[in-house]
């Protein structure tokens, strides 16, 4: 079975430094990975996803992730981050075979001043 | 807005009691999915239907129990409540099976067992 792991619960980071946001898969089969963003009081937003082709994928607001197969990782990035983007990040896994979509614990992003 | 309502938003209950959560998926989407997220847990996938069947099934406790109805919308039932029950229960939909699209989420029902 696919399973998603987080490897931080929380990320402090300054406004307009830059932040990286880990996440590994396992899976025996090949998967889709997701990340979705969670701000306060809201449901999940798809940020962006990786299905084939290119490794590196990226969202309209600046956010870019790379699929490292190898690694089983997909770790989130983002140049320089601004206070809009606090908010809680999950990672997801889907794989073919199987129509479940697994998520991380999520990883919160705190933004400091 | 996602376009994916959710009813109750908040409930407050006692332990061995039953709720029923209700989810709307957006128009023209045929699955539903039902996650429950917790502190310590963080977001665990219940169960999914696809056009009023059962699809996929996950952590899903015998307590609880699930149905989409002919208009796809859905019903979340929860029943001998205890108090570790108290989470953020989520409904997303997707037009297909969601494994290469994109999951739409309702904003929640929390509920608390006292």
């Known amino acids: 079975a696919q399973s998603v792991t987080q490897l931080d619960s929380q990320v402090p980071v300054f406004e307009e430094a830059p932040v990286e946001l880990r996440c590994n898969y396992s899976?025996?089969?090949?998967?889709?990975l997701f990340w979705y963003v969670q701000y306060p009081n809201q449901g999940l937003q798809l940020l962006l996803k990786?299905?084939?082709?290119?490794?590196l994928v990226e969202s309209i607001n600046g956010f870019e992730a790379e699929f490292n197969k190898s690694q089983t990782s997909f770790h989130l990035r983002k140049p320089s981050v601004h206070i809009s983007d606090t908010a809680e990040y999950f990672c997801?896994?889907?794989?073919?075979?199987?129509?479940?979509?697994?998520f991380g614990k999520g990883t919160r992003l705190h933004i400091l001043p | 807005d996602s376009g994916v309502t959710q009813t109750p938003k908040h409930l407050i209950t006692a332990t061995g009691q039953r709720v029923t959560l209700r989810c709307s998926p957006r128009?023209?989407?045929?699955?539903v999915y039902w996650y429950q997220q917790s502190l310590d847990q963080g977001l665990q996938f219940l169960i999914q239907y696809y056009n009023g069947e059962e699809r996929a099934k996950g952590n899903i406790l015998e307590r609880f129990s699930a149905q989409q109805f002919p208009d796809l919308h859905s019903e979340l039932n929860l029943s001998s409540l205890e108090l570790g029950d108290s989470a953020l229960y989520f409904c997303a939909s997707s037009v297909g099976l969601a494994l290469t699209g994109e999951l739409f989420f309702g904003e929640g029902s929390r509920l608390t067992v006292l």
């Open positions: 990786y299905l084939s082709g290119s490794t």
């Open positions: 899976s025996s089969v090949s998967v889709y």
């Open positions: 128009s023209g989407d045929l699955s």
């Open positions: 997801a896994v889907s794989d073919t075979r199987d129509d479940k979509i697994i």
